[in-house]
């Protein structure tokens, strides 16, 4: 069978009650039928045998009841999803493997996929739905189910930096009747009369996603060409260039979602590395060309620095000891809400949009015949010992510069001045691994001190705007008495950090002399 369906992100209660209320203003009959909860594992071979044939494998219990599915992975068409779906119940057969289903259509097609190789378990979604019925009479019949589902993901990492778990809710329209035009017509009504915003993942590549996986990396097969360092720098510019700018245009979509925190780091991350290595680079490229790119993704990266710190400071408040915190985290979650719907303004921008596309003109266009005959010659090694010789000097001046108990300002233009040397040495690292990993292995301690550091003092800000929003009442001063206690924790970690600095510094000092 074939299912039609539309997916929208719900980060406010109020966005249902407004869209049943669009359906409704629009000739829709609205009939609750309940909610139940259902609990899907996905499965997949070590090598991704499903996957490379084109399928999501899922186990669904609810109820009592099991049901194999094989759902389809591709047929988006604007916001509505045709795939193909096959599905047969049963219960999987005791002591064998976890797939090993009685005879029918899923089983079969799976014993042609699978040749006897065993599948692993790769993420669990636990599910609670809740269901109606929609119908409209006119202009032509059309029934369609719509499904909210609070949804939870657990994975097993497959990296430091995956989350393991993600939390969602998802507003689901499928048609029982009438076709993917019909649905489309729905769903744009509620993109532009509710202000939905159309999901752009699967549940499938959101599991993928919380173990630390990319939907889109997983069966990639191109390698970036091997270089060495006598090759040319402009090659090495070029080739990281076109990276960069693929993480910005793969995690754009993720961003957007706001769902794993990941899709906005990554892209931050991006931005402020293609920064770096442009300016590094300016006397080959050219001031103009590297004041335009700089300008729009100094922009690009403040705007998704605010849904990011937003993110960290979420995150860490969660992991208070103190057991009256409920309060505090619900206001950094409404201003993390907040964060996430301007940064989708943002990323659906017409400046994000042109940034992205005259980025991708500019490295698809490589270099021009001028610098090729000016630089062509410039080696990986000998651009490196210069560049990272100058940038190093720049770092050791300003560190040693700092006295005692500086203002917060001081250390936060210092940690952005530590990354954008790990950059470089990053870049120049993808060739010359050996020999620039001592001094970034130092230079690591000193990003986790100042990086610590800055998210502490970042904490403290909100709990200042925190505090100033409480009300002049009995519960207002509870919570403010929560906010003085986090605050001095906030305080003693900064305390921690600054003297953790001095130590630190004079490490990274010994390391590089």
Known sequence: MTEIEAKFIIRRPEQVEEALRVLAANGFTIAPQGATTHADRYYDTEDWSILAAGWACRIRQRQGHETLTLKSLHGTNGTVLARSEISQDGKAQEKKAPLSFSDGPVKQQLDSILEDKPVVELFRVTSRRTVFELERPDPAPLRIEIDLDECRIEA???????TGTLEFTELELEAKSGGAADLESVATLLCNEAGLMPASYSKFERGLQAAGLEF????????????VENDPV???????????LQIIRRQHPRAMEGIDPEGVHQMRVASRRLRTILKAFRGILGDAVVAHFNTELRWLAQNLGRARDADVTE???????????????????????????????????????????????????????DMQSL???LSIAASADQLIHVALQKLLAHGDAIEEDPPARQLHKLRIETKRFRYLLDFFSRVQTEKWSAMTEALKRIQDVLGAHQDAVTAQAHLADYAASLPNDAGGLEWLNTAARLMQVEAERIDTCRQQFTAAWSDFRSAVA
């Open 156 to 162: 097993e990492k497959s990296t430091d930096k995956a």
């Open 216 to 227: 889109d990396s997983i069966l990639e097969q191109s390698q970036p060409t091997t270089l």
């Open 234 to 244: 402009l090659t090495l510019l070029y080739q990281y260039l076109a990276e960069q």
């Open 315 to 369: 995150r860490s408040a969660m992991e208070f000891p103190e057991a009256d915190t409920e309060h505090y985290v619900h206001f950094l979650m409404q201003g993390r809400i907040t964060a996430y719907e301007h940064l989708v303004d943002v990323l659906r921008s017409e400046r994000c949009l042109t940034l992205e596309d005259d980025l991708e003109q500019f490295v698809m266009a490589g270099p021009a015949a």
């Open 375 to 377: 630089f062509g010659t």
